[in-house]
């Protein structure tokens, strides 16, 4: 059976425990890190920018620093870690109040399904 290179797995719930979907995602993160390794990788928005420690993130500035560095020349700030759940997933933490007033403009571009 063919297995994929990479799972990206995009919620408003990776690292923010607001709801029932956290719930699925952390426990099948679990078995599909098992799986995969680091080759699933979760996304989601950095909701915490205060100073206060995340309690569900923790930054590794190790993972992937090139492209990290890439996307901050071009203006898209994140931050990469690990997600503190069993299987300990590679977390993605997006900052996207830098393109609120783009919104219209982004949903724009994107195409129609």
Not at 39 to 65: A, K, S
Request: hydrophobic share 40%.
């Amino acid at each position: 059976m063919n297995k994929p290179d990479h799972i990206f797995e995009v919620s408003w719930e990776v690292c923010n425990k607001i709801g029932g979907i956290h719930t699925v995602i952390s426990t099948k993160a679990f078995c599909v890190v098992k799986e995969l390794q680091d080759r699933y990788i979760t996304i989601g928005p950095d909701v915490w920018r205060e100073n206060q420690e995340h309690p569900e993130f923790e930054e590794d500035l190790q993972l992937f620093q090139q492209w990290r560095e890439s996307a901050s020349m071009e203006g898209i700030r994140v931050r990469i870690g690990r997600w503190k759940i069993a299987g300990n997933p590679i977390s993605i933490m997006l900052d996207f109040t830098t393109f609120i007033n783009q919104k219209n403009e982004i949903f724009k571009k994107m195409p129609r399904i």
